[in-house]
């Protein structure tokens, strides 16, 4: 992988994400009932298993289009994720480090701009929205 120098721009990306996140696994993005939930009241998606299928899917979709730089950085994550020994640092912390991860700078544009666009999906706003939020059937 070719080193990124922290490209302007990056670092301010990644800490939007990381705030987008919180808001993201804080508000309660399924009605109350919802069959996911098996129809118990949760307040809100549990971080660990959101992330691990937000970036499983993104590792997919990257494997077939053959960006070889962003498989290789989501397997790590899922390996450091998958670790028993050390617990792994929350999304947010990676988060954080992604600008000195080493990835080239376009992969790494891309990767943040398929996650924004995934986690503003799930962010619906004050009060809901039929453009936005998860709606589970």
């Not at 309660?28 to 009932?33: S, Y």
């Not at 080239?104 to 004050?126: C, I, K, V, Y």
């Amino acid at each position: 992988m070719a080193a990124v120098s922290a490209a302007p721009g990056i670092a301010e990306r990644v800490a939007r994400l990381a705030a987008l996140w919180r808001v993201v696994t804080s508000r309660p993005v399924h009605p109350a009932g919802c069959t996911c939930m098996g129809h118990f009241l949760i307040p809100a998606m549990n971080a660990r298993d959101m992330e691990a299928d937000i970036l499983d899917y993104m590792r997919g979709r990257y494997a077939a289009e053959g960006i070889g730089a962003l498989v290789t950085l989501l397997d790590a994550r899922e390996a450091e994720r998958e670790a028993t020994d050390i617990p792994a640092p929350p999304l947010r912390a990676w988060l954080a480090r992604l600008p000195t991860a080493g990835v080239e700078e376009s992969a790494l544009e891309r990767f943040l701009d398929d996650l924004t666009a995934t986690l503003e999906s799930f962010d619906a706003g004050p009060g809901g929205s039929a453009s936005g939020g998860l709606i589970c059937t």
